[in-house]
């Protein structure tokens, strides 16, 4: 991080993703400054994606811990599936087993992150909140459904249960763009085709640039090994 400091790169308009193997970080071998200073000197955001994160095994240490230290964190998703809901509900749960408490990594406190956060690192008090003079940028979520269980709080509920596939309405300054996951003039069964196509493509690019030239069951492992019957 001094390195980026000392270039003049960080600052209140630089988002730097994950931002988790800091000075301080379990797994890092020395701590030879305090990276987490120099974010909230500078103002730098923190673009912190948890379930992708998560999925290799590392986590930031934590949410809570950034925040008391007063720096700005907006929530990203950087994998498939781009649901928010998993973000949120990963995060949580990974500030909360290095935290061992609640307080500092709730539902709200990541709420925030969502929208009031992601606004501020674009500069736009238009926009992550219901105010006159905002952009009405809204979704509408189905809280209805049977996965959904009872209704609690339902900033709660929302996280604990939902996904993007109960996202019913959404609107983007003041203009439907998509209702009853229907998006007007999008072919989604199309879309969809195209994006396995690209996805095989980027995955042979993989088997190209592999250093090591692994075939390709050990670069991209099945989750159960296939075994050929015997004739």
């Given at each position: 991080m001094r390195y980026l400091y000392n270039l003049g790169f960080l600052g209140k308009k630089t988002g730097i993703p994950h931002a988790h193997f800091v000075s301080g970080y379990s797994e890092a071998n020395c701590n030879i400054d305090n990276d987490i200073t120099l974010l909230k000197e500078t103002n730098t955001t923190v673009i912190h994606c948890p379930l992708i994160i998560g999925r290799h095994g590392s986590a930031l240490e934590s949410f809570a811990k950034y925040k008391r230290e007063g720096i700005n964190i907006a929530i990203g998703t950087d994998t498939f599936p781009p649901d928010i809901f998993q973000n949120v509900r990963t995060g949580s749960m990974l500030s909360r087993l290095f935290e061992k408490e609640v307080e500092g990594s709730t539902y709200a406190d990541f709420f925030r992150s969502v929208t009031l956060d992601a606004a501020a690192f674009l500069g736009r008090d238009d926009l992550g909140r219901i105010a006159k003079g905002a952009k009405a940028d809204l979704i509408a979520i189905d809280l209805n459904g049977f996965h959904m269980g009872v209704i609690d709080d339902p900033i709660r509920?929302?996280?604990?249960?939902?996904?993007?596939?109960?996202?019913?309405?959404?609107?983007?300054?003041?203009?439907?763009?998509?209702?009853?996951?229907?998006?007007?003039?999008?072919?989604?069964?199309?879309?969809?085709?195209?994006?396995q196509v690209y996805f095989e493509k980027m995955r042979n690019g993989y088997m190209e640039r592999d250093?090591?030239?692994?075939?390709?069951?050990?670069?991209f492992k099945p989750s159960f090994q296939t075994v050929k019957a015997i004739e």
């Open positions: 509920t929302m996280f604990v249960s939902a996904t993007g596939r109960d996202v019913k309405l959404s609107i983007i300054n003041g203009k439907i763009v998509m209702k009853d996951q229907q998006i007007p003039n999008v072919d989604l069964e199309e879309l969809q085709e195209k994006g250093y090591q030239q692994l075939p390709e069951d050990e670069l």
